[in-house]
């Protein structure tokens, strides 16, 4: 035992509580008739709580964590904290990149020997805790070689370090029995059109992804391939910008029955879109996979990942969840990091139990809303006229026979209201 959080207890249902302690998370509540542990299946991100060092633009490191060092023992004794964190939040999964948990070696060859010998710890680890991994992934962004992308960059070299890079990564996930295995296009996109080739780095991108999913299915790794969109930063054109771009990038290269989409709340937003609209589009094309959970901040337009403190936003999230079936494969990874400013370890422990909380509200107003049936019962009932069977035969017809019958039938349609305020108001009573 580290003794990094030693005046901390193990967090648990305490809705009366004065101490750090969940208000609103009951991992055993049954609600539609699974527990709330089981509909939410919360992650912790290793890098952000255990690597991230409080950097910003101006300014380095502000968090002084006793395992911050390039050696394995700090790796180990950040693995031992780690588990702690798991323990005392009962979180039931958690979230690496290689990077993460690993020192980087002088070679590729002793990379992927720390790399093994830290995963072979964090199995001996999950043998004594709950906390399994959601998923698995690589960095390929952070590191100087990745500056012009990884799959897209122009240099061969890279193109094989990062495939090799992946296969590390996917192996040591099935290796941890994860339940999902993620990509990120870190630095997958461009600067300027200039010294670019988009066809040649689509097609790139588009193998690259494919022999992941060969992969996969060569090694029996039961788990969803899973893409994150985003649309900017670090490049200033990032190529999976969003859940439809994604899509059609998914079917050019026949990968849309293999590959689902990891939402970011953050990334959403700086897509221009709301979180919902990434979930339902997703769930409307078949590709909804899992969350990554944390909030923007609406004025910096850029990706603050903090976390998630906004009941009504969350609520509409975790209804389209619902709609979507909720969770499978997939989770709610908190991709969200402590401010600068927030130095000390309770600050990490409050802002993982807070943040389950406004999840847990934010879940609880989704279901009533649901049960309640309102919402979609206007939504049935706005394009009901669809469920006559002249209009159901219209879409199996012609512009020639439509036109044919609008004129023997002398139509002339009346504008109905949309509801929006009153949708919203029904919203409200929940939120
Ligand atoms: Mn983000």
Known sequence: ?????????????????????????????????????????????????????????????????????????????????????????????????????????????????????????????????????????????????????AATNPDPEIFAWSAATVKACMDATHKLDG????????????????????????????????????????????????????????????YDFDVATVYGFLKEFGLESEVQMNIEQGHAILAGHSFEHELALASSLGIFGSIDMNRNDYQSGWDTDQFPNNVPEVALAYYEVLKAGGFTTGGTNFDAKLRRQSLDPVDLVAAHAGAMDVCARGFKAAVAMLEDGTLEAMRDERYAGWESPDAKAMLEGDLASIAAQVAKDGINPQPRSGRQEILENIVNRFV
């Open 1 to 149: 035992m580290s003794d990094f959080f030693k005046d901390i207890k193990p967090l648990s249902y305490d809705p009366d509580g004065s101490d750090l302690g969940f208000r609103h998370y009951n991992p055993d509540e049954v609600f539609m008739g699974k527990r709330m542990e089981d509909h939410l299946r919360f992650a912790v991100a290793y890098w952000h709580s255990f690597a991230w060092p409080g950097g910003d633009p101006f300014g380095g490191q502000t968090f002084d964590r006793p395992w911050f060092g390039e050696t394995m023992d700090m790796a180990r004794l950040k693995a031992d904290v780690a588990f702690e964190m798991f323990d005392l939040l009962n979180a039931p999964f958690f979230c690496w990149h290689d990077a993460d948990i690993r020192p980087e070696g002088d070679t590729f060859a002793e990379s992927l020997r720390n790399f093994e010998e830290i995963i072979d710890y964090l199995g001996t680890k999950m043998e004594s805790s709950k906390t399994k991994l959601l998923w698995g992934t690589a960095n390929l962004f952070g590191h100087r070689r990745f500056m012009s992308g």
């Open 179 to 238: 339940q999902n295995y993620v990509l990120w296009g870190g630095r997958e996109g461009y600067e300027t059109l200039l010294n670019t080739d988009l066809k040649r780095e689509r097609q790139q991108a588009g193998r690259f992804l494919q022999m992941a999913v060969e992969y996969k299915h060569k090694i029996g790794f039961k788990g969803a391939i899973l893409v994150e969109p985003k649309p900017q930063e670090p490049t200033k054109h990032q």
